[in-house]
Structure formats: structure tokens, C-alpha cells
């Protein structure tokens, strides 16, 4: 039930039939509720090695400990709440590309720097996983 309320608020969205259409550059991130398409991460229910994501465990964590508004609950409209997030991001990435700060490991420890019809097509769903997978490797790995 809640997979089929998910896609159908993607499907009814505009901006689903924007990013769709090809009116949008970039990604949207969705939960597992989601299908992973190209323009849609999800995250990986079954991955592929531990490694992978302790990774993703351990760069969500830098996130918070670096901006505590990401810790809990936001308390403002959802525009400015995405605007607090992506901001949040790209001041994490500028400091981690100039290492304005070293990252520290929840023990202390310093760790290193490292219309959409589409939807249900495996086709397309399998050019999502190769998406995700690419994003993965050109910026965790």
C-alpha cells in the first residue's frame, strides 16, 4: 500500500513529469518507497559489500556531527528546511575538498577523506541502479 502511495505522488507530481520530460538537471533522493530511476536515488537495499555502506553510514554521520540542525526534527517549512539541507551539504563538501577540518569518528578518532511510464520499466530502473552505482564510485570509493 504504502509503495503504490508513493509512486503515485510521484506520478502526479510536476515535478516528477519535469524531471521525466528532461526539464530538470540534476538528482532527486527518495526512500526506499521509491524506484530508483536515473534522475531518482534510492538507497541500496541490499548492498553489495559492507564496505559500501559503512561508507554512506559514516559520511551521514560527519553531516550531523558537523551541522547539529541535522540531528533532529527541523522545525520550519519544507522549502526552507531543503535549502537548510542543501546548504549544509555543500559547505560539508567545500571543507572536506580545502580539509578545512579534520573529521573525527564518533570515538575521536581522525578519519581520512576519503509522464512517467518509465517508472515500471526494468530498463529504466536497471539505468537508475548504473546511476546510483556511478555516483558511488566517482565520490565514495
Avoid at 538537471?25 to 541490499?46: A, I
Wanted: aromatic share 8%.
Amino acid at each position: 500500500m504504502e509503495k503504490l502511495c508513493t509512486l503515485r505522488i510521484l506520478t502526479e507530481s510536476k515535478l516528477g513529469r519535469d524531471f521525466e520530460a528532461g526539464e530538470h538537471t540534476g538528482l532527486l533522493l527518495g526512500d526506499s518507497g521509491y524506484p530508483c530511476l536515473p534522475w531518482l536515488m534510492t538507497p541500496f537495499m541490499n548492498p553489495r559489500n559492507a564496505a559500501g555502506m559503512s561508507i554512506i553510514e559514516r559520511t551521514i554521520g560527519q553531516l550531523k556531527r558537523r551541522f547539529h540542525c541535522l540531528h533532529s526534527e527541523m522545525r520550519v517549512e519544507p522549502s526552507r528546511a531543503c535549502r537548510i539541507i542543501v546548504a549544509c551539504v555543500v559547505l560539508f563538501n567545500l571543507s572536506k575538498t580545502y580539509s578545512a577540518i579534520e573529521e573525527e569518528d564518533e570515538h575521536g578518532n581522525e578519519e581520512g577523506y576519503e509522464e512517467l511510464h518509465l517508472i515500471q520499466n526494468q530498463d529504466f530502473q536497471q539505468a537508475g541502479y548504473a546511476a546510483r552505482d556511478a555516483i558511488v564510485n566517482a565520490f565514495f570509493n
